[in-house]
């Protein structure tokens, strides 16, 4: 009776089951262990249904971690002005905690699928405006250059962090506020020196 149930089920009942299945999978075996066999055992059905419902390997992880990533952007990006940095990127590291085969997806979306990847990206660009808090397309290319270097810090500590068995919370959240707050004089100053040194390499080698 069961396995007739299961029959009866809808198309979109059916993708559900199968996407809940999936993130079972991702949470348990992380992306190491994901395939669409694995996923069809998991969910126990055909191995032939999560392709035929999804069509490929990348489809169903695309559909699996777009919930997980809309929430990454609320905890990063949202606008309850009430909420400190402190209590923002505590829920985001909790969020990760919860689940940190979300982090692999989101450092390897270029590999998984484009659509994903652009998803990442327009959440990195978001945080890249809130850190100077002026558009994309108005900010400069030394800007752009500190932005996508700050957000590269916060990812790679937040890796290191996953990695590390999720310990010393408090530190980590002090270290992506200070990525994200520290002055960015600095790199101004680093890349006038570079380009003054340039400039004067340039202004020898056409005298040579």
Not at 63 to 86: I, N, P, Q, Y
Not at 183 to 207: G, W
């Amino acid at each position: 009776m069961a396995s007739l149930a299961k029959k009866r089920l809808s198309p979109d009942k059916r993708k559900a089951e199968i996407i809940d299945a999936s993130i079972r999978l991702l949470s348990r075996e992380g992306l190491d262990g994901y395939s669409l066999e694995a996923v069809a055992r998991e969910a126990r059905v055909a191995m032939t249904l999560p392709r035929h419902y999804f069509g490929g390997y990348r489809e169903l992880l695309k559909a699996s971690t777009e919930s997980l990533l809309s929430d990454v952007e609320r905890t990063l990006l949202g606008h309850e002005k009430s909420m400190s940095l402190v209590v923002r990127f505590s829920s985001y590291l909790e969020l990760l905690y919860r689940n940190p085969w979300g982090h692999e997806v989101w450092m390897k979306s270029y590999e998984i699928h484009p659509d994903l990847h652009m998803t990442v990206n327009a959440v990195r660009m978001s945080m890249a405006q809130s850190i100077y808090r002026k558009k994309w397309d108005e900010m400069d290319v030394r800007e752009k250059i500190d932005a996508r270097g700050r957000i590269g810090y916060i990812e790679t500590i937040v890796s290191e962090w996953l990695i590390n068995k999720r310990s010393d919370r408090e530190i980590i959240v002090g270290l992506i506020i200070e990525a994200i707050t520290q002055p960015k004089a600095r790199l101004t100053t680093y890349l006038d020196s570079r380009a003054n040194q340039n400039s004067v390499v340039q202004q020898e080698m056409a005298y040579e």
